[in-house]
């Protein structure tokens, strides 16, 4: 399984950006697919979450501005980022829990696959 995040950059707070994250070596409707995020000198944690049957999980800090949702016929999982805030710059990454019919769960050691991260920087 590999997955491929792009879709990061530079943007100015109040902005918007839609991240991508392309699965191959496996259809992942079966599986829960997760974004998080890791700025300089902090720790990964968690933004948003969609489980194989649909559902969305978003972490308190971006509810109402962030949208995950995905796109079977091209297995792709995308992030819609709006309202950016300065404190929204880091690295995102996505992630693929390996259970079929999984949920979303907040915790970054019961996802399988990672991406490569793609840079989002939000500036004033």
């Known amino acids: 399984v590999q997955l491929q995040a792009f879709g990061g950059g530079l943007v100015q707070a109040g902005g918007s950006l839609r991240l991508s994250c392309a699965a191959s070596?496996?259809?992942?409707?079966?599986?829960?697919m997760g974004w998080f995020r890791q700025a300089p000198g902090k720790e990964r944690e968690f933004v948003a979450g969609?489980?194989?049957?649909?559902?969305?999980v978003y972490a308190d800090s971006v509810k109402g501005r962030f949208t995950i949702s995905r796109d079977s016929a091209v297995n792709t999982v995308y992030l819609q980022m709006n309202s950016l805030k300065l404190e929204d710059t880091a690295a995102y990454y996505c992630?693929?829990?390996?259970?079929?019919?999984?949920?979303?769960?907040?915790?970054?050691?019961?996802?399988?696959?990672w991406g490569q991260g793609t840079q989002v920087t939000v500036s004033s």
């Open positions: 992630a693929l829990r390996d259970l079929r019919y999984s949920s979303v769960v907040l915790t970054l050691g019961s996802y399988d696959y």
């Open positions: 070596g496996r259809t992942f409707n079966w599986y829960a």
């Open positions: 969609i489980s194989w049957s649909g559902i969305t």
